[in-house]
């Protein structure tokens, strides 16, 4: 004895598709024929009497598209059949009778691909909203260009001058801006095509949609479309992933002149003779020299020290070395005018009156909220528009999450995209925490600067005692080795249990290192167990055992390869 079962397919695109479905389901047990229609979206299933539809659901939904039972064999919600297929809330009925939450996203940077696919792996299906270029921030316009270049201005400033110039001759490379921007740009189209755009047409549970999205209520939102027009989108959870933008501050004549954010300074294809950069801390710090190693003359404009929130050792040690390049480092200074006539900036600060060829402003990033009409979804944002989130990224209306830098988060990719991930889990009835208290941050300048944890001053300010060392560059075996000793490891430890709660780095390679520092901290280790480790020689990261050594040795009275 037989019986017909119905479902209702979508996500097909063309024949093929309806083939792959087929195939799938021709094997499943207890089938003995189907039909599969794409235009239909239906797939007629003849199979023994009492076989599940549960089954076939979540065989096809595997496959990536969006299966139901047909409204005629629909089960109620909250059934046994929902149960069996372990949806955690089928939310309102969609296209009909989908079952599968309806997730929306907004952008479609690291914090929003991150929670696309893992709502997708969760049974979700998504409709993904972007106002402009696919990939967001880091891709296109900040980490994966910014790195380009300034590996390209390292190369360039190794070829002009170098420890081992006197065995290794020097030789001033002719720098040609628009080849290497054009290199540049090959590189970012080409991970932007296969990590975020190639992934989107791929996965059929999400759906792109090209335009600006605002809130009309807490369960819709109206997209005004790219190319023209406007839709409704009415959405079970939503996650807000909209990034931040260039922070420009209130500086007399600025906004009437033809000044850079970070940007504008990675697309030109000229190289300024006299650039002048106002800003103090990460993008400031990595793109003055690179366009110093590059050929500009640059001056920084710093309101207090440079990375003024690092430790102090952190800023005095980067200043000099900036220095030591030829980049000038005007400290406490800040311009209160600026005006721009016959291709020149004139900047007026406590210091006197400054000429450049270019101004980059690089004063931090402010979230991309103020265009979402948040209030009419009741979900709340700081006094910088940032939006509020708990540590399972939910904001002020439970079922409205938020991730990335719009958010009061770090503004780092890595910690979007875990943000993103774990928002996705916790709208399918997870419970996924983001812990930042091993956090690992880079500053991609030359020596770098990477840290974990608390610094000391963090750690007062929690009321943590601490014990701390500080071991300089010159008592590291691969350093030497490399004729390059600038920096130091620092390590913060909690007093008395001697625990790892720190570490500040300015080393070359430092952001390669920091990572071990993470797992230490993770694992809660004491310093004296990370100077128990086996680090290979000759390596920077077995400076972290050296410097763990200091707190009860002294390292200069070691060997070379001392446990």
């Not at 792959?20 to 229609?37: F, K, T, W, Y």
């Not at 969006?66 to 809330?89: E, H, I, N, Y």
């Not at 400076?543 to 060997?559: E, M, P, R, Y």
Request: glycine share 8%; charged share 20%.
């Amino acid at each position: 004895m037989t019986e017909t079962i119905t479902l209702h397919i979508d996500g097909m695109t063309c024949a093929s598709c309806a083939v792959h479905i087929q195939q799938s389901l021709e094997n499943m047990p207890g089938v003995r024929s189907i039909s599969v229609s794409c235009p239909r979206k239906r797939a007629e299933i003849e199979a023994d009497a009492g076989v599940s539809p549960g089954p076939l659901v979540a065989a096809v939904n595997a496959l990536g598209y969006r299966a139901g039972v047909a409204d005629s064999q629909c089960p109620l919600p909250g059934s046994l059949f929902d149960k069996a297929l372990d949806w955690p809330d089928r939310g309102a009925k969609h296209g009909g009778s989908a079952p599968a939450l309806h997730v929306a996203v907004i952008g479609s940077g690291g914090a929003a691909m991150a929670a696309a696919l893992k709502a997708v792996e969760q049974g979700a299906r998504v409709t993904l909203i972007e106002r402009g270029v696919i990939g967001g921030t880091c891709v296109n316009i900040g980490c994966v260009p910014s790195k380009i270049m300034i590996r390209a201005a390292h190369i360039a400033h190794l070829r002009r001058a170098s420890p081992f110039d006197e065995g290794l001759t020097a030789c001033a490379p002719a720098v040609l801006r628009e080849r290497l921007l054009a290199q540049q740009s090959g590189r970012v189209e080409e991970l932007r095509r296969a990590k975020y755009e190639g992934i989107l047409a791929s996965t059929p549970a999400i759906t792109v949609l090209h335009g600006e999205a605002r809130f009309k209520n807490a369960h819709t939102l109206t997209v005004l479309l790219s190319d023209s027009g406007s839709r409704e989108v009415t959405f079970d959870r939503c996650l807000v992933a909209t990034g931040a933008s260039p922070a420009i501050p209130p500086i007399s004549g600025l906004k009437d002149t033809p000044y850079w954010t970070s940007t504008e300074a990675l697309a030109s294809d000229t190289v300024p003779e006299r650039l002048a950069v106002i800003g103090s801390s990460v993008v400031a710090v990595e793109l003055a020299q690179a366009f110093a190693r590059l050929g500009s003359q640059v001056t920084i404009l710093a309101r207090s020290t440079l990375l003024l929130r690092e430790d102090p050792a952190i800023g005095a040690a980067i200043m000099a070395i900036f220095r030591a390049e030829g980049i000038k480092v005007l400290d406490h200074t800040q311009a209160f005018q600026v005006a721009y006539a016959n291709g020149e900036f004139a900047l007026a600060t406590g210091h006197g009156e400054l000429r450049v060829d270019r101004l980059l402003i690089a004063t931090g990033r402010a979230p991309n909220t103020s265009r979402l009409n948040l209030g009419a979804a009741g979900v709340e944002v700081d006094a910088q528009g940032a939006i509020a989130i708990d540590s399972r990224l939910r904001t002020s209306t439970p079922h409205i999450f938020a991730a990335g830098d719009c958010t009061n988060q770090p503004q780092f990719v890595y910690v979007a995209a875990a943000a993103g991930t774990r928002a996705a889990i916790n709208m399918s009835g997870g419970d996924a925490a983001l812990d930042l208290t091993a956090m690992p941050a880079v500053v991609f300048s030359d020596p770098q600067v990477a840290t974990v944890g608390c610094s000391e001053a963090q750690a007062r300010h929690e009321g943590i005692v601490t014990d701390s060392r500080t071991l300089t560059l010159d008592n590291v075996p691969r350093a030497l080795a490399n004729f390059d000793t600038r920096g130091f490891i620092k390590l913060v430890a909690e007093a008395g249990s001697g625990r790892l709660i720190g570490v500040q780095v300015v080393a070359a390679e430092a952001g390669e290192l920091i990572q071990t520092a993470a797992l230490a901290i993770r694992c809660r280790m004491t310093v004296q167990e990370l100077a128990d480790q086996l680090f290979p020689y000759l390596t920077m990261v077995e400076g972290l055992k050296l410097a763990a050594q200091t707190f009860h040795k002294d390292v200069k009275q070691l060997s070379c390869c001392a446990g």
